[in-house]
């Protein structure tokens, strides 16, 4: 393949061939051994009689060798953070520190049990209340739950908390507002606490209609969930309105904390009129994605809603040490077992001290700068649906593009032969054809200048040879992988021919 | 700050290409009346030294190095140390959910293989790529019996993990699911004959745990028996993943919902851990979380996808089969890595050392205190009834350094002073020698109790 | 492109043909062609009632889901089953496969919906071919 222009951060490189584990699996390689029994064998079968396993079916047997090159191997196929940019809106892929790796190994918290005694968890306790107590001043709130494990999880959490409260005032309502640009996690959420989702349109400039809140606001609304800055990395510049008006009727403000990035050290959300929120701390607080998580997601509250936490509650108990109270009548209960993801509050913890107050919101800033830098680049070259003032986050439209019948799926997949990972394709719906770009504060100017060239040079592309921007990626170790087929007769398992 | 990599002139550069004065211009949108105008009340920026530091601070008041019988849905197992090695390669710790499958073959095909494996080990014929965790799994694992069933009432097993009952109980409530809970008998596992009553044509589901809380095998066929002739679906909880090496996997299963973080992944204080839902071909399309399928590209090559993602919320919204999202990838990377290093022998001999070590502790115990639950097969947990207090026992045990089994009180009143004890691989014949004979003290002392000591660190 | 003039449509893409007493089921081309390659469809079980206007099921491609909703209101007599296991033939030929068959409860109901010259000009505003 031969593009007009150049591409500067990209060339392809050798990938292997690695099939799966189970095709180098043969009976007699070993890759573990353990220690000498210092107690006497038993007697598997009269132990546990018809319970005794006696066959593990097709599980692998490979050597250590074996294992360190399948998955060295195959992580040479992915893409990371550690290698480029993700400009993926609203998922905040900033650098992953790796002295939270570090930390987080340490045997004291890497060991801990969570049902060990209390006066040996004081390590542990003292992370759950340091993160708890950063957390809470920089959202502005009163009290904080760390148990949900991820943003969906956490809307979960918060809004069973709405239910709690209004249920406690004798009116548990029935409806929850959501905007049309909002995350496909809210109304799925809404939907699994028993709330009916009533949807809210933006405006013409993308942001909440404030009038036709006002219209649907009423005392059978429990909440409206609001992100904010919005999907479309615009700040609701009304949100003092849109909180009055949900407030008026006994209604709360949830925000989904998912654009934080766009806020932390600048403005605090409890300012600005929202009881409760969630916070994703794979976003904002650096903890690594890991292919797909471990994420998690705690939500701050309002004092109101203090009493209907999730048990238990870190406590500072009469002698000074620190403690779990459990005594807690008017709690939701619990939304999983244990505590929450114990490890993502080490890295979070570990990012915030790195950075201080100084940096936290020196990092905002630069988030910030580096959307607006893009959005700057690429003008005229993409269209840009709404002219609005963006934060930390940029969302243009493949119109110019779809003239030539190329879509915002295929700039993406050409982009991936330039050497990035694509931006959020069709997402905000709002946007059709929408391209939502998220640089974060972690990109340096050359890396954002090497992005807004190749963007431009797809551009060009698809004006002078659109069909290399239809069949891209061109480079890539894999070309474009039949869905269809994987969705009609689908394949989730190895099984032996 | 050292994360950010720009200079004073990049940022003076790029203002100005923006056509802004200053980085307050692109904040005005933000009325002025909410700007913070003070620093953040976080501690002051750290070095790195520092915060390595103060975490090790953190470690050490958190006891390290101490011999551990815990277990009750935790479990410490030993960690092989190319986990580490490989989950810490910066192409999976920082890449992202593969849903551009080009670039992320790698976490696809590792997915994979984990889906494969957890088919092979549960006995099921489809297997997702893992929820946040067992408590979780479980109660996914009763919606989607209720999904696919149409019925309303859930009956479960008190031998179930109490916070996992208290996870379900929380998700049961706000859909008005009516939960009977059925008792255990003093085998330890379920009343067969409360459960026969307690199952109707409204039951979607019942959900069990085998091992169960007590560590008890239950008789899954029974089970299953009473569920299925009454139309009802049987969802089976795995809390201790190691058990799949020895004990026979809940066959007659509708959904396992399981709990993997004994394979591989840290204890880290409660999380983060790995659940995974495993059922069958039939159901897969109500099933939640992320699916991996095997696909082919344009060349014909084969390649991994996302799959059946219509069934998840970024497609059906409101209608999705569970608003997860995220999940937890990375974790059931460990385990998919441990699951390769022990394979189909390996398992198989790690879960015998857990019953060997298991069944001496017990035998010990049993000479100072009453074992109970013996009648029916157990894994690796036993529980312990003593005249004494387990609190003033732990704390005793507490100043050789040994962490005593849980008491039971809390979650088991009727049980008195029984504790829940643990015994893995690591166990060493010492630890459980020192911990029985300290136990042994008060049970078969005629001197009036000591005081407990304080203990210090 | 060509509506069969026996059939009658809805602003919801289904088309139904019916006899006065028993009717069939089925999607447009064009909405065929909107979603895409078609992998699953979730159709009701026989014995089932649909009401006019309401969802009766989903059709699913990689990408997207869309609510089917009944033209008419009645009791499902038969479901097509080859669309379990070959959902492309809905592509393939969207007015030549059936997804259900009813027993009508209110025969008059169908009279109110487009006829396929009505139709055709529907899709044409709507920004079709």
């Known amino acids: 393949m031969k593009p007009k222009s150049v591409i500067r951060k990209a060339t392809t490189h050798v990938n292997q061939n690695e099939g799966l584990i189970f095709e180098k699996s043969s009976a007699g390689k070993f890759a573990w051994r353990l220690p000498p029994l210092d107690v006497p064998e038993v007697d598997t079968a009269k132990l546990l009689g018809a319970s005794e396993r006696k066959d593990l079916g097709h599980m692998p047997e490979v050597s250590e060798i074996e294992i360190i090159r399948h998955f060295t191997r195959m992580s040479t196929w992915n893409y990371a953070i550690d290698l480029g940019m993700y400009p993926l809106g609203s998922c905040t892929m900033k650098y992953n520190p790796r002295v939270n790796e570090v930390v987080s190994r340490l045997d004291g918290l890497a060991n801990g049990h969570p049902y060990q005694p209390e006066n040996v968890s004081q390590g542990a306790l003292r992370i759950l209340k340091t993160l708890s107590d950063c957390l809470i001043d920089i959202t502005g709130m009163d009290a904080i739950t760390l148990q949900p494990a991820a943003g969906a999880h956490g809307e979960f959490t918060g809004l069973l908390l709405v239910r709690a409260h209004h249920q406690s005032k004798g009116h548990a309502r029935k409806k929850i507002l959501i905007p049309d640009s909002a995350h496909g996690t809210n109304p799925a959420t809404a939907a699994t606490v028993g709330y009916a989702v009533e949807n809210l349109k933006s405006n013409s400039q993308g942001m909440v209609d404030v009038a036709a809140l006002a219209s649907q606001m009423n005392e059978d609304v429990a909440a409206l969930m609001l992100t904010n800055p919005n999907t479309l990395g615009v700040f609701e510049q009304e949100i003092h309105k849109i909180a009055d008006i949900m407030h008026a009727k006994g209604g709360l403000l949830y925000m989904d904390g998912a654009n934080m990035n766009a806020l932390v050290g600048k403005v605090r959300p409890g300012d600005f009129g929202v009881d409760l929120m969630h916070l994703n701390l794979h976003k904002t607080f650096s903890t690594p994605h890991g292919g797909g998580g471990p994420g998690s997601g705690p939500v701050a509250v309002k004092k109101i809603l203090e009493p209907y936490l999730p048990t238990p509650v870190v406590v500072t108990k009469s002698d000074g040490t620190l403690g779990f109270e459990y005594n807690r009548p008017q709690s939701v209960g619990r939304v999983r077992a244990f505590y929450g993801n114990f490890g993502m509050f080490v890295r979070a913890l570990a990012y915030t001290l790195a950075n201080g107050p100084d940096g936290l919101r020196q990092t905002t800033e630069d988030a910030v700068l580096n959307a607006n830098y893009i959005r700057k680049g690429l003008e005229g070259a993409y269209d840009l649906p709404y002219a609005t003032p963006s934060m930390h986050e940029v969302v243009f439209s493949d119109k110019l593009q779809a003239k030539k019948g190329v879509k915002t799926m295929d700039i993406a997949k050409r982009l991936i032969d330039y050497g990035f990972h694509p931006y959020t394709t069709a997402f905000p719906l709002i946007v059709p054809g929408a391209l939502m770009i998220e640089p974060t504060e972690s990109e340096s100017k050359e890396e954002m200048d090497l992005f807004i060239e190749a963007m431009k040079s797809i551009a060009e592309e698809v004006e002078e040879d659109p069909e290399m921007v239809l069949a891209a990626p061109h480079t890539t170790r894999v070309s474009r992988l039949d869905e269809v087929a994987a969705a009609r007769k689908p394949v989730l398992r190895w099984k032996p021919s | 700050m050292r994360y950010l990599p720009k200079s004073p002139a990049d940022r003076e550069a790029i203002l100005k290409a923006i056509g802004a004065r200053s980085i307050d211009d692109l904040f005005s949108p933000i009325p002025a009346e909410y700007r913070l105008n003070r620093d953040l009340k976080v501690p002051r920026q750290m070095a790195e030294s520092e915060i390595v530091d103060w975490f090790r601070e953190r470690s050490r008041e958190n006891g390290d190095s101490y011999a551990m019988f815990l277990g009750a849905g935790a479990y410490y197992h030993y960690r092989p140390v190319i986990i580490d090695s490989l989950i810490s390669r910066g192409e999976f710790l920082t890449a992202y959910t593969p849903y551009q499958a080009e670039i992320s073959q790698g976490t696809l095909q590792s997915i994979f293989e984990f889906q494969s494996m957890i088919c092979e080990l549960t006995g099921m014929e489809v297997a997702n790529a893992s929820m946040y965790d067992g408590s979780t799994a479980a109660t996914e694992g009763v919606m989607m019996a209720i999904r696919l069933t149409g019925r309303r009432t859930i009956a479960v097993a008190r031998s179930v993990h109490p916070e996992y009952r208290e996870v379900l109980a929380t998700y049961a409530t706000h859909q008005d699911h009516p939960v009977v809970t059925v008792g255990f008998t003093e085998s330890g596992r379920i009343d067969l004959k409360e459960l026969e009553k307690s199952v109707n044509q409204d039951t979607a589901c019942v959900l069990i745990q085998s091992p169960n809380f007590f560590g008890i095998i239950e008789d899954v066929n029974a089970i299953a028996e009473i569920a299925h002739k009454n139309g009802a679906m049987l969802v089976v909880s795995i809390a201790e993943a190691v058990s799949l090496g020895i004990v026979e996997p809940p066959r007659q299963a509708d959904v396992v919902a399981m709990e993997a973080q004994s394979f591989g992944v840290p204890l880290g204080f409660g999380g983060p851990y790995c659940g995974v839902i495993a059922t069958r071909e039939k159901y897969v399309r109500q099933m939640p979380g992320r699916l991996v399928g095997q696909t082919t590209d344009t060349n014909g090559r084969r390649g991994f996808v996302l799959t059946l993602a219509t069934r998840e919320q970024h497609i059906r919204r409101e209608k999705a089969t569970s608003n997860i999202c995220t999940n937890q990838a990375l974790v059931a990377l460990m385990a998919n890595i441990f699951m390769t290093i022990y394979g189909k022998v390996g398992l198989r001999e790690l879960a015998k050392q857990n019953l060997a070590k298991t069944a001496y502790a017990a035998q010990q115990f049993g000479r100072h205190a009453s074992v109970l639950f013996s009648a029916a097969p157990r894994f690796n947990e036993f529980v312990v009834e003593t005249s004494e207090d387990p609190f003033a026992i732990n704390s005793r045990l507490l100043g050789h350094k040994i962490i005593g089994g849980l008491p039971l009180k809390k979650f088991y009143p009727e049980l008195g002073n029984a504790a829940l004890w643990c015994c893995t691989e690591l166990t060493t014949r010492d630890a459980i020698d020192t911990a029985t004979a300290l136990v042994g003290e008060s049970q078969d002392s005629t001197k009036p109790s000591r005081e407990v000591a304080e203990v210090t660190r | ?129």
């Open chain 3, 1 to 129: 492109m060509s509506y069969p003039a026996d059939f009658k449509y809805t602003k919801e893409h289904e088309w139904i043909k019916s006899d006065g007493k028993n009717a069939t089921i089925g999607i447009t081309t064009y909405a065929q062609e909107s979603l895409g390659d078609i992998v699953f469809v979730d159709l009701p079980k026989p014995g089932s009632e649909i009401n006019a206007g309401k969802t009766f099921g989903s059709v699913e491609s990689v990408k997207a889901v869309s609510d089917l909703y009944a033209p008419a209101s009645g009791t499902v007599t038969e479901v097509n089953g080859e669309l379990a296991t070959a959902p492309e033939k809905i592509n393939k030929d969207a007015h030549g496969s059936w997804m259900i068959k009813l027993t009508l409860k209110n025969p008059g109901e169908v009279n109110g919906l487009l006829s396929a010259t009505d139709y055709e000009k529907f899709v044409a505003e709507e920004g079709g071919h």
